[in-house]
Nanobody, 126 residues
Framework: VQLQASGGGLVQAGGSLRLSCAAS????????VAWFRQAPGKEREGVSC????????MYADSVKGRFTISRDNAKNTMYLQMNSLKPEDTAVYYC????????????????????WGQGTLVTVSS
């Protein structure tokens, strides 16, 4: 599995960015897709994920109402639309996938994934 994340950059607080993650193979084969982030000196944390067949995406409390995850299987790409960005959103953002559908409690747990993109840096200035 090869994942290529892009779309990061420098943005002022309150601004928006859209991250993309292009996947090798057929995106529809990935039953679980997710975004994570890691700020300097902190552990990697789950941001959002989608499990095929579930009721809807899952989000970390810190991003609910501001971030939206989506996927376009025809383009083999997943996205993370980030609005109302805050300085505390500054981090390297990673995409991750799994071929199987994980249990809900595993969806935002980084240890559930072995296939990762290279990361894209998001910097939010105050």
């Amino acid at each position: 599995v090869q994942l290529q994340a892009s779309g990061g950059g420098l943005v002022q607080a309150g601004g928006s960015l859209r991250l993309s993650c292009a996947a090798s193979g057929f995106a529809s084969d990935y039953q679980t897709v997710a975004w994570f982030r890691q700020a300097p000196g902190k552990e990697r944390e789950g941001v959002s994920c989608i499990r095929s067949g579930s009721n809807g995406p899952m989000y970390a409390d810190s991003v609910k109402g501001r971030f939206t995850i989506s996927r376009d299987n025809a383009k083999n790409t997943m996205y993370l639309q980030m609005n109302s960005l805050k300085p505390e959103d500054t981090a390297v953002y990673y995409c991750a996938v799994r071929f199987n559908r994980v249990l809900a409690y595993m969806c935002l747990d980084p240890s559930s994934y072995v296939s990762w993109g290279q990361g894209t840096l998001v910097t939010v200035s105050s």
